[in-house]
């Protein structure tokens, strides 16, 4: 079984920058699917970024190219998201995700970026980021 935990949260001013982690205490990462996914105040649950598979190329949502990066420390069986130049609306509370990487033959792009990818959660982290 796979028990996520994350960490890092925190409050920034924008501009600022913070990296989460989520650690897993059971199966390797290896195997596994990985995402982070947010939720702001009176919105729904919107995905960040993944990576499918170690080594595989990460995706994110277009609001956070170029600031947010998604990795994978196998050694330590972590993945971090360091976000940079953060701005007030990325303020939410971040969830990291896993899910047996199991996708059909042929899939699209966005595969991994739905949270039915996902069966494991965590319990979640505050950002909060002030103007």
């Known amino acids: 079984q796979v028990q996520l935990v994350e960490s890092g949260g925190g409050s920034v001013q924008a501009g600022g920058s913070l990296t989460l982690s989520c650690a897993n205490s059971g199966r390797t990462f290896s195997t596994y699917a990985v995402a982070w996914f947010r939720q702001a105040p009176g919105k729904e649950r919107e995905f960040v970024a993944t990576?499918?598979?170690?080594?595989?190329?990460?995706g994110y949502i277009d609001s956070v190219k170029g600031r947010f990066t998604i990795s994978r420390d196998n050694a330590k069986n972590t993945v971090n998201l360091q976000m940079s130049y953060l701005k007030p609306e990325d303020t939410a509370v971040y969830y990291c995700?896993?899910?047996?990487?199991?996708?059909?033959?042929?899939?699209?792009?966005?595969?991994?970026?739905?949270?039915?990818?996902?069966?494991?959660w965590g319990q979640g982290t505050q950002v909060t980021v002030s103007s």
């Open positions: 990576s499918p598979w170690s080594g595989a190329k990460p």
């Open positions: 995700a896993a899910g047996l990487s199991r996708p059909p033959k042929y899939y699209a792009d966005n595969y991994y970026y739905s949270d039915e990818r996902y069966d494991y």
